[in-house]
């Protein structure tokens, strides 16, 4: 069975930070691209950041840019999302999917986790 599970969400203070983890299982990880979403209430779902199995490239929103950093432990089947300077307009359920392919399009992925909230205070 995959599961994608996301943990580590929770309220910050704006300028704070936290650290997001996304653990998957029941298929191979390194066949699969990982990527991180957000959806706020009433806003579609948008891509975050995403990272490629076959080279390790990385992508970001531009509103992230500079402030989020994704990394992968493939050792613990694991991403991550280190989340910096956080401002009230991050905050939103987050959610990790896996992909074939890397990209920012919720549509590409195949596989979602639950998610996990994220609140930013000001």
């Known amino acids: 069975e995959v599961q994608l599970v996301e943990s580590g969400g929770g309220l910050v203070q704006a300028g704070g930070s936290l650290r997001l983890s996304c653990a998957a299982s029941g298929f191979t990880f390194d066949d699969y691209a990982i990527g991180w979403f957000r959806q706020a209430p009433g806003k579609e779902r948008e891509g975050v950041s995403c990272i490629s199995s076959s080279d390790g490239s990385t992508y970001y929103a531009d509103s992230v840019k500079g402030r989020f950093t994704i990394s992968s432990d493939n050792a613990k089947n694991t991403v991550y999302l280190q989340m910096n300077s956080l401002k009230p307009e991050d905050t939103a359920v987050y959610y990790c999917?896996?992909?074939?392919?890397?990209?920012?399009?919720?549509?590409?992925?195949?596989?979602w986790g639950q998610g996990t909230q994220v609140t930013v205070s000001s």
């Open positions: 999917a896996a992909a074939v392919v890397a990209s920012m399009t919720p549509g590409e992925y195949d596989y």
